[in-house]
């Protein structure tokens, strides 16, 4: 199964400020990397597929990128509607595992 | 607008079994990949199946002989049926076609 190890597991933040996500798999995966906010009680949300194609409807405030094993979702400027927990998710290979989460704090 | 919407959980004994449902809207639920992912309370996400559009299947191997992803036309609905459950199939269950999550979940809870 492809790991994949996501830092840091809780981040501090505030309103206005840039974040950073890193996601690492344990081997090759094409670019096949998808980031999701959840939000408590409710459904994940698809922000970017394919490491760095924007989901329709999701702001531009927040990008995707990498390579090799190594990727990044990043919030350009917080905005008090983005404090949630963020997981990336492989789907080049099944199981489609998925990180274990960052929880974005105030 | 696209619409999934979970139904089927409840509360079932060890050993038991459950069959959820994902109704859809606005696309045809054969002409898409779908998959079930389920969410343990307070815990991450964790994919469990996909049906691909060659009704083809593949599992976690956590469930890999008990758990069965199947869908039908007539109604445009996914299904997973679910046997010889355990406490730790205990978790909020989503479908998602492709890769979008659209519903609220559906609630397993296993326990005597």
């Known amino acids: 199964d492809i790991q994949m190890t996501q830092s840091p597991s809780s981040l501090s933040a505030s309103v206005g400020d840039r974040v950073t996500i890193t996601c690492r798999t344990s081997q090759i995966i094409n670019n096949f990397l998808n980031w999701y906010q959840q939000i408590p009680g409710k459904s994940p949300k698809l922000l970017i597929y394919s490491t760095s194609t924007l989901q329709s409807g999701v702001p531009s405030r927040f990008s995707g990128s990498g390579s090799g094993t190594v990727f990044t979702l990043t919030i ?29 704090e105030i | 607008e696209v619409q999934l919407v979970e139904s089927g959980g409840g509360l079932v004994q060890p050993g038991g079994s459950l069959t959820l449902s994902c109704a859809a809207s606005g696309f045809i639920v054969s002409d898409s990949y ?79």
């Open chain 2, 34 to 112: 779908m998959n079930w992912v389920r969410q343990a309370p307070g815990k991450g996400l964790e994919w469990v199946a996909t049906i691909y559009s060659g009704d083809s299947t593949t599992y976690a191997d956590s469930v890999k002989g008990r758990f069965t992803i199947s869908r039908d036309s007539s109604k445009n609905t996914l299904y997973l049926q679910m046997n010889s459950l355990r406490a730790e199939d205990t978790a909020v269950y989503y479908c998602a076609r492709r890769l979008t999550f659209g519903g609220q979940g559906t609630l397993v809870t296993v326990s005597s």
């Open chain 1, 76 to 104: 350009s400027t917080l905005q008090p509607e983005d404090f949630a927990t963020y997981y990336c998710q492989q789907s080049y290979l099944t199981p489609y595992t998925f990180g274990q989460g960052t929880k974005l």
